[in-house]
């Protein structure tokens, strides 16, 4: 590894983002951490300069705020770090209906999720040009490839996530900067995630994977230049059988699916939408993937 060169990730201090930091340290990549205000991020960055011999800077911000992302390029230039790796990792998923969350918090985590993604990477690409071969990993999820109740507008972020990385991917072909963007199924992150996941049907909990195992895909594929990287066999099977099942068959599944949810007792349901069109879903829907 060139000693002067440093891996920045976003979201750094905790869960998959933490993994990945620890992931690059095993292999001897200087890092930029980036998070939120918070002992965590500094605990993390100390341990890593303890027992890796790499170099580890910190730099607290709220990448939910575009204004921060500009600062965090410019803190990055000031210190004269060269970064040829860039992982956007930070990002905020929901598991309620639509109508039960905020204006401020779909606010955030469009804001989060998709513009502080698009920002740094475009405020980072001429120094990703500069200090090639470089890489960019963009961190969506496997609900991109699908429709689900209690996840719509995380879906959809992550679906800019897959398509704004494959179009980028594209244009930058033949350039010495790499693009990839990976969609992991249900990972133990947070223990609200956590939580989340054992709640899921056994199916998809047999997907679940723990994010030390899912860093080490990621980095490896991302060094060899993959497009798409889809971490756990039971993950590229949901993947397949999405492809595979004609599209008629998928909507007798969810028309089946909203029968058995409208023929429950009124008592078990909540409503969403407006009420002079509402439809109703029981409280304990269970999201098949994450
Ligand atoms: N967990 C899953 O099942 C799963 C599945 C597929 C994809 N993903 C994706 O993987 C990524 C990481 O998810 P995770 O489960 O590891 O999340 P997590 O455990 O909640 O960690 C999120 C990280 O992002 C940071 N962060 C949160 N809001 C931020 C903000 N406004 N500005 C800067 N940093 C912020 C957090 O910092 P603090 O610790 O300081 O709050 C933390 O380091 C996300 O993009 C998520 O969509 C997760």
Known sequence: MNNNLYTLITGASEGFGRALALECARRGMNLVLVALPGPELHSLSQFIQKNFAVKVIAIEKDLSIAGNCVELFKNVTTLNLKVNILINNAGIGNTHLFSDGSISFYQKQVQLNVMATTLLTRLFLDSLE?????????????????????????????????????????ELAGSNVHVSVICPGGMNTNLSVTMVNKKMSWLSQLA??????VAPIAIDGLLRQKE???????????????????????????????????????????????????????????????
């Not at 679940?208 to 195992?213: F, L, R």
């Not at 889809?230 to 909507?251: H, Q, S």
């Not at 009124?266 to 098949?288: D, E, G, M």
């Open 130 to 170: 500069k200090n090639g071969p470089s890489y960019i990993l963009n961190v969506g999820s496997l609900c991109s490839f699908f429709f689900l109740a209690k996840k719509q507008v995380y879906g959809a972020t992550k679906s800019f996530i897959y398509f704004f990385s494959k179009s980028l991917r594209n």
């Open 208 to 213: 679940v994977m723990n994010p030390e195992n």
């Open 228 to 290: 798409v990287i889809i971490p756990g066999r039971i993950n590229k099977l949901f993947l397949l059988l999405n492809t595979v099942i004609p599209a008629y068959l998928k909507k007798m599944i969810a028309n089946h699916q909203m029968k058995q949810l409208n023929s429950m007792s009124p008592a078990n349901n909540r409503t969403l939408l407006q009420p002079s069109f509402a439809v109703t879903y029981p409280a304990n829907i269970k999201p098949l993937i994450n």
